[in-house]
């Protein structure tokens, strides 16, 4: 990156953090959406009505993100993935999930400089998206390790399955959800596994805070509900009569995400799971030989 292209994301960067600490006093200051209408009108999902679910076909382009990839099979971007504007899935997103627009436009900016596209004028494929320690990155809550399976939209079935089975809580309405402190103790997990059966394991700081973010999304947009959160992960699709759990005007911000991110990130054990880690490396070796 050179200096000016350095200093022009800085400048973009602090409008769109400025951005979002308004839109974040913003939500202090107005009525919640009513249950039953966050999704915008005229828009998919409106009334909990999602368009028909189609699972991928041969040829079609699917990424890491479960969320993205439920989007596509409902048709809400491209079916088959591909050639997807940056421009408007800021705004699908932004509608499907009721996240803030500071946000939503945050996150497809940074995939376009991660792909080295423009954020107006390109494009790109779901599968773009798997580019290794760009965004996607090892000891994820949903996949293997790149290492282990280069193709990082095949979902593992038995980290969600466990994970999903973590639930500590119950909702007001006596639904099973996963806390901030499941998510904590099943990412330490992860973590110490993958660091251990994974030759090639990394994990950046940046990559961290990016797996809590995930983590954190699944615990404000779907609540932490359990049966919401397998039928999005595990079918990578959206359930009918659902719609975002964020019912804030201005939708959820990055200052409040960062929130339940680092609540998530700081109550990470790795350590504590270091035995376990221990015997996986041990399984793992015993099949390889």
């Known amino acids: 990156m050179g200096f000016f292209s350095g200093v022009s994301h800085f400048v973009v960067d602090s409008g769109i953090m400025s951005w979002d600490v308004l839109l974040t006093l913003l939500n202090l200051m107005r009525r919640k959406r009513k249950v039953g209408h966050v999704t915008p009108e005229g828009h998919p999902g409106y009334g909990g009505s999602w368009p028909e679910f189609r699972p991928p076909k041969e040829g079609d382009s699917r990424c890491a993100c479960p969320a993205l990839n439920a989007m596509a099979n409902h048709g809400i971007i491209s079916r088959n993935g591909r050639e997807i504007s940056f421009v408007e ?10 996240f803030s627009a500071s ?5 497809p900016l940074y995939a376009s400089r991660m792909l080295k596209k423009s954020y107006t004028k390109d494009t790109f494929d779901l599968e773009d998206l798997n580019l290794h320690n760009g965004i996607e990155h090892d000891a994820s809550l949903c996949r293997l390790d790149t290492a282990l399976q280069p193709d990082q939209s095949v979902k593992h079935v038995p980290f969600l399955e466990e994970m999903l089975a ?37 994990l950046a700081l940046s990559h961290k805070i990016f797996a809590s973010t995930n983590a954190a999304i699944l615990l404000t947009i779907f609540g932490g509900r359990v049966d919401d959160m397998r039928t999005v992960l595990i079918e990578e699709r959206l359930p009918e009569g659902w719609e975002s759990r964020i019912r804030q005007p201005h939708g959820l911000t990055l200052l409040n995400c960062n929130k339940t991110t680092f ?27």
């Not at 899935?89 to 009721?98: C, D, E, P, S, V």
């Not at 946000?103 to 996150?107: D, I």
């Open 89 to 98: 899935l800021n705004h699908h997103i932004r509608a499907t999930f009721n």
């Open 103 to 107: 946000f939503c436009t945050y996150t």
């Open 166 to 202: 973590l639930s500590t809580a119950k909702d007001k309405h006596g639904n099973a959800i996963l806390t901030t402190k499941d998510f904590s103790k099943i990412s330490g997990k992860r973590r110490a596994v993958a660091r251990a059966v994974n030759k090639e394991f990394s």
């Open 263 to 289: 609540a998530v990130e700081f109550g990470i054990r790795e350590k504590d799971w270091a035995e376990v880690a221990q015997e996986e490396a041990k399984g793992k070796s015993a099949v390889t030989v």
